[in-house]
């Protein structure tokens, strides 16, 4: 399966994906990660945080999945790295935070592998993962 | 305190764990990974895999485990009170499949000290029987450092 064909400095399409209170309970039962700063807001309190805030590694699943489904291919993400820069915070309602996800084509090596930085920024228009790179290759 | 820099290096027991075709369906769902191969069979082998294959971040599930038994090790002295999660990385040689006997090997790859918290950085392993390397992830975590009381 190949991969869409781009360029160095191409812009992937962003898409936005909305984060609610049920979706951190769901991702905490699925991942295993039960601590409570992502459920109870007196826990999170507590610890000095504004409030509930996604699982760090919830935004980067988000990321790597915008990933897989612009290569059209999950098995083609070969390496996904990045920093948690600054935590999602989610407020108790329905609509939840949204976190906006986005990429740029870094390089495109001979045999097809494409390397994206991906942004994921979240409600308050700042950047919620640094660093993050995400290689994929074309299964052959 | 800092950390004992001499924990570099060191690894810990192997652990095993057995990928369950329920269990990368309810990862999926979980992080809103919609392509059929990670809940249809057919579909996965149509796509030439051996069976229902998880999502990117999926080694997430035993590997975090896995770590977590390290980082409460009392020998290690880090607080997981206190601790933040900095950074990750996975690199998947390929991707993990339902019915996937992994065994996992935790190691501690870079301790340092930053602004007097603690920086540390796990290692797994990750090993299918034969031997072969499915996967590495890294955690990088930080020990905030603890307020004079």
Same mark, same amino acid.
């Given at each position: 399966?190949?991969?869409?064909?781009?360029?160095?400095?191409?812009?992937?399409?962003?898409?936005?994906?909305?984060?609610? !209170?049920?979706?951190?309970?769901?991702?905490?039962?699925?991942?295993?990660?039960?601590?409570?700063?992502?459920?109870?807001? !007196?826990?999170?309190?507590?610890?000095?945080? +504004?409030?509930?805030?996604?699982?760090?590694?919830?935004?980067?699943?988000?990321?790597?999945?915008?990933?897989?489904?612009?290569?059209?291919?999950?098995?083609?993400?070969? *390496?996904?790295? =990045?920093?948690?820069?600054? +935590?999602?915070?989610?407020?108790?309602?329905?609509?939840?935070?949204? #976190?906006?996800?986005?990429?740029? #084509?870094?390089?495109?090596?001979?045999?097809? =592998?494409?390397?994206?930085?991906?942004?994921? %920024?979240?409600?308050?228009?700042?950047? #919620?993962?640094?660093?993050?790179?995400?290689?994929?290759?074309?299964?052959? | 305190?800092?950390?004992?820099?001499?924990?570099?290096?060191? *690894?810990?027991?192997? !652990? =095993?764990? =057995?990928?369950?075709?329920?269990?990368?369906?309810?990862?999926?769902?979980?992080?809103?990974?919609?392509? @059929?191969?990670?809940?249809?069979?057919?579909?996965?082998?149509?796509?030439?895999?051996?069976?229902?294959?998880?999502?990117?971040?999926? @080694?997430?599930?035993? %590997?975090?485990?896995?770590?977590? /038994?390290?980082?409460?090790?009392?020998? &290690?002295?880090?607080?997981?009170?206190?601790?933040?999660?900095?950074?990750?990385?996975?690199?998947?040689?390929?991707?993990?499949?339902?019915?996937?006997? &992994?065994?996992?090997?935790?190691?501690?790859?870079?301790?340092? /000290?930053?602004?007097?918290?603690? #920086?540390?950085?796990?290692?797994?392993?990750?090993?299918?029987?034969?031997?072969? %390397?499915?996967?590495?992830?890294?955690?990088?975590?930080?020990?905030?450092?603890?307020?004079?009381?």
């Amino acid at each position: 399966m190949s991969l869409p064909e781009v360029a160095v400095g191409d812009e992937i399409p962003g898409r936005t994906v909305p984060v609610t !209170r049920a979706d951190l309970v769901r991702y905490a039962g699925a991942s295993g990660d039960l601590n409570p700063i992502h459920w109870n807001e !007196r826990t999170a309190v507590d610890v000095g945080l +504004p409030g509930v805030i996604a699982h760090g590694m919830l935004t980067m699943a988000l990321a790597a999945q915008f990933v897989a489904d612009w290569a059209g291919d999950p098995a083609a993400v070969r *390496s996904f790295s =990045t920093r948690f820069t600054r +935590p999602v915070v989610v407020p108790d309602d329905d609509e939840g935070a949204s #976190v906006e996800f986005g990429a740029t #084509v870094k390089a495109v090596d001979d045999d097809g =592998t494409v390397t994206l930085a991906v942004t994921a %920024t979240g409600p308050d228009g700042k950047g #919620v993962l640094g660093k993050a790179l995400a290689r994929c290759a074309p299964r052959t | 305190m800092p950390l004992d820099a001499s924990f570099v290096g060191r *690894s810990w027991p192997p !652990r =095993t764990y =057995t990928v369950g075709r329920e269990k990368i369906r309810e990862f999926a769902r979980a992080v809103g990974a919609t392509d @059929p191969v990670h809940t249809d069979e057919d579909a996965a082998r149509a796509a030439g895999h051996p069976g229902v294959i998880a999502s990117p971040t999926f @080694p997430v599930v035993f %590997t975090w485990e896995a770590t977590r /038994e390290v980082v409460d090790d009392p020998a &290690l002295g880090l607080d997981f009170t206190r601790v933040v999660h900095r950074d990750q990385s996975f690199e998947l040689h390929r991707p993990v499949v339902a019915g996937d006997v &992994l065994t996992t090997v935790v190691s501690v790859d870079d301790i340092r /000290e930053l602004a007097g918290n603690d #920086v540390v950085t796990f290692r797994c392993d990750v090993t299918d029987p034969d031997g072969e %390397t499915v996967l590495v992830c890294t955690s990088t975590l930080v020990g905030r450092a603890g307020e004079a009381t």
